[in-house]
């Protein structure tokens, strides 16, 4: 059984920081590119940010250069390092594990940046 388990959510002020994890477990997670999509109330689930397989990281442009995603195959675990945080990335937070054929995710976590 697939489990992505995400943790490391709260509440911060704006200009904070969060790390968020997700721990997976019932997949061969190196072989899978691993992501953080966000959803907002009244929004479309969005892309936040992936890692490929070879540790390749993809940010959107609203996260470029506050946000950095990370990896430890070792540990079957993704990371996202979320600095400068503001209100606007308040949201559910998913971790996602994709590869051809095969799309997973995790209960979410919930950010709020507020003051």
């Known amino acids: 059984q697939v489990q992505l388990v995400e943790s490391g959510g709260g509440q911060v002020q704006p200009g904070g920081s969060l790390r968020l994890s997700c721990a997976a477990s019932g997949i061969i997670f190196s072989r899978y590119t691993m992501g953080w999509y966000r959803q907002a109330p009244g929004n479309q689930r969005e892309s936040v940010a992936r890692i490929s397989v070879g540790g390749n990281p993809n940010y959107a442009d609203s996260v470029k250069g506050r946000f950095t995603i990370s990896r430890d195959n070792a540990k079957n675990t993704v990371y996202l390092q979320m600095n400068n945080l503001k209100p606007e990335d308040t949201a559910v937070y998913y971790c996602?594990?994709?590869?051809?054929?095969?799309?997973?995710w995790g209960q979410g976590t919930q950010v709020t940046v507020s003051s």
């Open positions: 996602n594990a994709a590869v051809v054929g095969y799309n997973y």
